[in-house]
């Protein structure tokens, strides 16, 4: 069974940092795809970054420069580096990936950035 936890949100002023986590279960991990998305009050869930297995990264236009995604196979964890925060980034994040035709979803973490 997979289950992916996230950490690291929190209350954070305009123009700072945070640097969210999300731990995996099971060996699938390194063999596996992994996104951040996020779903901010009202409005629909978007998707934020990816990083595939062997490490390549994909950003949303809004996140291009910002933040980083990155991973940790030795510790099943992906990582998502946010720079320069907004108050429009103030948004629940999670993390998903696929297995054998499955998405699995985190609870998420809440990001508020205060202006």
């Known amino acids: 069974q997979v289950q992916l936890v996230e950490s690291g949100g929190g209350l954070v002023q305009a123009g700072g940092s945070l640097r969210l986590s999300c731990a995996a279960s099971g060996s699938f991990f390194r063999f596996n795809t992994m996104d951040w998305y996020r779903q901010a009050p009202g409005k629909q869930r978007e998707w934020v970054a990816i990083i595939t297995s062997g490490g390549s990264t994909n950003y949303a236009d809004y996140a291009k420069g910002r933040f980083t995604i990155s991973r940790e196979n030795a510790k099943n964890t992906v990582y998502l580096q946010m720079n320069s925060l907004q108050p429009e980034d103030t948004a629940v994040y999670s993390c998903?990936?696929?297995?054998?035709?499955?998405?699995?979803w985190g609870k998420g973490t809440l990001v508020t950035v205060s202006s």
């Open positions: 998903a990936t696929n297995r054998a035709g499955v998405d699995y």
